[in-house]
């Protein structure tokens, strides 16, 4: 049975039984049984550098930073040497980390970025505007990262219907060296779901394909979205088993359930949920079909913009993260995290807040609090008040800027629509007329 067949035959049993919860509690409880470490993400130094507690880089795949006075960022790199396919797989950066995750583009030698998520998704902040949008969303064009030492510059973007493709020119400040990214991203995949279609997902990864993202002769491509587990972990595992299953032809084919194994051994996780494994057998069986690489989307317009000034970006670090969710409790083994309290008005709900302890008047939003009933503990309480604030007011500028954003790309694609030009161009053709009559009337 060649491998083509294989698969199909696969997905048909699955989904014949209903059996798709049942295959993925299995493929979680076979990862109980690894035993890899991720001491440097539990060191106490290292824990606000990740966006959800429960999600953390294992020791022997982690990115190791080599520049500044941090080594650590929440990523690994993921190697499928069957496929000759390398991804770094990460979370969305937050407010603290953007220095380090663009000293990890530029160490790793990245030449392009896959995102898979939105700044804001239901409310709530998922990621940090870690790169400069443009002048013509309201943003800056370019963004300075002192920590790291590098610059980002926004050059241009071609925006499609649920994609953006964005070019970026980072600069190292030292050396002058700059190289362009690509920054692909995607926008209508909801956090925990899935793309509208095996075929919207498909013409996105033909477009990130054909422009050598994924190729071995450069850097492997940062892949992230919020926790860098569950999109991230889709998009991988469905373009890996692609190249995979033409590679093999005729030759036997073992499963995607070992392929995502075997991803699993490099990063926690991979795949949170019974959709998205179902979505992405469907979406390799689709990918099959053609030959996705050749097909254009057409539904591609193109934006360009010139840099034109700079702007800074100063962010305290954020208070300890939350847990990502029941679906990796099993996975390292601990029991699922109670639900957090209901939040105060002058909080956010976007923003990454710890599990709360069995003594909560020693705790807070930001970590323990150690009372020493004294000056110095009123001083630690109002400065945590201070910083609730303005992470609060930070949380509602970003998304301000979001929603601006999204109104002026709205009203740019019906300004532009076939329809509206037709209108426009007849309404100022019948005024120029109504116009020039009456400035014929009053002449005579």
């Known amino acids: 049975m060649d491998a083509e ?37 539990k060191k106490l ?4 550098l990740n966006r959800y507690r429960d999600v953390s880089p294992y020791d022997h795949t982690r990115i190791i930073l080599k520049k500044g006075t941090c080594d650590y960022i929440n990523a690994n790199i993921v190697k499928m040497e069957e496929a000759d396919r390398q991804y770094i797989l990460t979370q969305g950066p937050l407010p603290n980390t953007t220095d380090h995750f663009w000293l990890m583009v530029w160490e790793q030698n990245c030449s392009a970025v896959i995102m898979l998520n939105r700044i804001i998704e239901k409310d709530q902040v998922k990621c940090h505007q870690y790169w400069p949008m443009g002048s013509n969303k309201g943003g800056e064009n370019q963004m300075l990262f002192t920590e790291a030492l590098l610059k980002v510059e926004f050059v241009s973007e071609i925006e499609a219907s649920y994609y953006i493709k964005r070019v970026l020119r980072l600069t190292e400040l030292e050396s002058g060296d700059s190289r362009e990214i690509l920054h ?3 926008t209508t995949w909801p956090d925990f779901g899935v ?43 469905v373009d890996s088993c692609l190249v995979m299953i033409k590679e093999r032809k005729d030759c036997e084919w073992t499963s995607v359930r070992d392929v995502l194994l075997e991803m699993r051994r490099h ?26 690489e050749s097909v254009n989307d057409n539904e591609v317009s193109t934006i360009e913009v010139n840099a034109n000034h700079c702007a800074t970006v100063e962010d305290e670090p954020p208070p300890l993260p ?11 083994n601990l029991r699922p995290l109670p639900p957090l309290p209901s939040e105060s008005p002058s909080t956010s709900s976007s923003s990454p807040v710890s599990s709360r302890s069995s003594s909560p008047e020693n705790e807070t939003e930001n970590g323990p609090l150690i009372d020493n009933r004294n000056e110095d503990g009123l001083r630690q309480r109002q400065t945590v008040a201070e910083k609730q604030k303005k992470t609060a007011e930070r949380v509602a500028e970003m998304k301000r ?3 601006a954003a999204e109104s002026w790309a709205r009203l740019k694609r019906s300004l532009f629509h076939p329809l509206s030009l037709s209108i426009g161009v007849g ?10 009559s009456y400035f014929v009337a009053t002449r005579v």
């Open 5 to 41: 067949t294989s698969v199909r035959k696969e997905y048909n049993d699955i989904n014949s039984k209903d059996a798709w919860p049942s295959i993925y509690q299995d493929i979680r409880k076979e990862c109980l049984k690894f035993d890899y470490s991720a001491v440097e993400a």
């Open 45 to 48: 130094k290292n824990k606000n």
């Open 184 to 186: 692909f991203h995607y």
């Open 195 to 237: 793309p509208q279609s095996p075929t919207a997902f498909l013409y996105f990864l033909a477009e990130v394909r054909r422009s050598g993202a994924l190729s071995p002769n450069v850097g492997p491509p940062v892949v992230h979205c919020s926790a860098g587990i569950g999109r991230s972990g889709t998009f991988c595992l």
């Open 267 to 292: 990063r926690m996780g991979l795949i949170q949920t019974v959709e998205q494994l179902r979505f992405s057998y469907l979406a390799i069986i689709e990918g099959l079909k053609d030959d996705w």
């Open 322 to 332: 939350p847990p990502r969710g029941e679906s990796l409790a099993i996975q390292v």
């Open 401 to 403: 800027k979001q929603k």
């Open 427 to 436: 309404a100022l053709v019948v005024g120029g007329v109504v116009a020039f």
